[in-house]
């Protein structure tokens, strides 16, 4: 046992086991919510009132946990919001009302959202390839949101958030195996550090006065304000165009699936492309699926703008996001710039959250998707004007 305990400490399967169901247990709690609520009898403005709270308590709460990382530790801190998460999704389960549900969504949102930066930089700092171990949280997300479909459908509404539980405990025996090389990159940190003593120093009011960063800030708002709500309402969308909650979470699969090339080839295309042109592809192909969406075009053609505009342009933005801070961002302020990105897209999702679900309510999805138009437009049109070197002399991805 001993012998079999040591081989699989640090193996890859611990960190297969780790991404797969971490990610399969997010999409159990997060692919259907809009569709779940709406069968229980909850409005598009109920929903909208879920997802930003869930936002909220996330956005707040995420300094916190950052801190309490620091001071006791990576694995403590995270193995117990792993434990809460299962609580939280129970809670969840046998909730009586909206206000419960509410609270107990939220709890697991920042807390499976908290866990995440820490198994992000596992994957950076594992004996294994970032995107050999990253590709399995992306093949949980499209294995997790099929399922999730699938049980909604022929067992019960309420059991995907029963799977978030069983996910969440094979994850805790995937985490527990993991031992990335976190004390070099901590070294090498300390050393960077000490090497930039004699620099001149850097302060929270230096970043806020980056014109460049600020600028950007504000295209971040925009994307998250449309991305976010459209992944909200995009499966009530499809179901409320005919389809069963299966037929949606199988296209929302495979819409999933396709980020995995541009993930396992961001080598060969992230450091040629320059940042500008990131994101204008971003928003591109975001505009795409709100045209199609916005003006309620046949089903096959509201399928293909899912493919398309649901999960590429969001892989893109994460890649995008790190390089732009990179390019534009003090190497010493650079885990603070991408916290405040986090938190200004926070905003956007709970901003456009709000007013999605309202005109929903009010005149219907593709009202709500031409909003969501004019949004991606105005952030196209900044991204023209926006002066960001082309940051490929970084070699992020090589």
């Not at 961002?329 to 200004?344: E, F, M």
């Not at 005109?359 to 004019?374: H, K, R, S």
Request: glycine share 6%; charged share 10%; net charge neutral.
């Amino acid at each position: 046992m001993e012998r079999l305990l040591a081989k699989y400490t640090n193996s890859y399967a611990s960190y297969v086991i780790l991404f797969f169901f971490y990610d399969l247990a997010f999409a159990f709690f997060s692919a259907l919510i809009s569709v779940y609520l709406i069968d229980k009898g909850y409005s598009a403005s109920q929903v909208s009132l879920l997802i930003s709270a869930a936002a909220l308590a996330n956005m707040v709460t995420q300094p916190v946990i950052g801190s309490l990382t620091d001071k006791l530790g990576m694995r403590l801190v995270n193995m117990v919001m792993f434990v809460l998460t299962c609580v939280a999704a129970a809670v969840f389960v046998i909730a009586p009302n909206f206000w419960i549900i509410v609270g107990a969504y939220a709890a697991m949102n920042l807390l499976m959202n908290g866990v995440n930066p820490t198994i992000e930089r596992m994957a950076t700092s594992s004996p294994y390839s970032y995107g050999s171990i990253r590709v399995w949280g992306s093949i949980g997300f499209a294995a997790g949101t099929q399922l999730t479909g699938i049980i909604y459908d022929a067992i019960a509404p309420v059991a995907p958030y029963i799977g978030v539980i069983l996910a969440m405990l094979i994850a805790i025996f995937g985490f527990w195996g993991t031992n990335p090389r976190l004390a070099e990159t901590e070294a090498a940190q300390i050393e960077d550090t000490e090497s930039a003593v004699e620099e001149e120093p850097v302060s929270t009011k230096t970043l806020l006065t980056n014109k460049k960063f600020l600028y950007y800030l504000v295209l971040q708002i925009l994307f998250a304000a449309v991305t976010g709500a459209a992944y909200s309402f995009c499966p009530a969308f499809l179901t409320s165009k005919g389809l069963e909650a299966s037929t949606a979470s199988t296209i929302l699969a495979i819409a999933t699936l396709l980020e995995i090339p541009l993930l396992l080839f961001s080598s060969k295309f992230m450091d040629k492309i320059a940042n500008k042109t990131l994101l204008m592809g971003m928003f591109v192909l975001v505009l795409a699926e709100m045209v199609v969406y916005g003006l309620n075009m046949p089903l096959p053609l509201v399928i293909i703008a899912t493919f398309i505009g649901r999960h590429p342009p969001g892989i893109i933005s994460i890649m995008t996001n790190m390089k732009v801070v990179n390019t534009i961002v003090d190497p010493r302020q650079q885990i603070a710039g991408l916290a405040l990105v986090k938190t200004c897209q926070s905003f956007g999702t709970i901003v456009s959250n709000n007013i999605g679900g309202n005109i929903v309510d009010a005149a219907g999805y593709p009202a709500m998707f031409l909003f969501l138009l004019a949004l991606t437009a105005a952030g196209l049109v900044g991204v023209v004007f926006f002066q960001v070197p082309s940051g490929n002399d970084k070699k992020l991805f090589s």
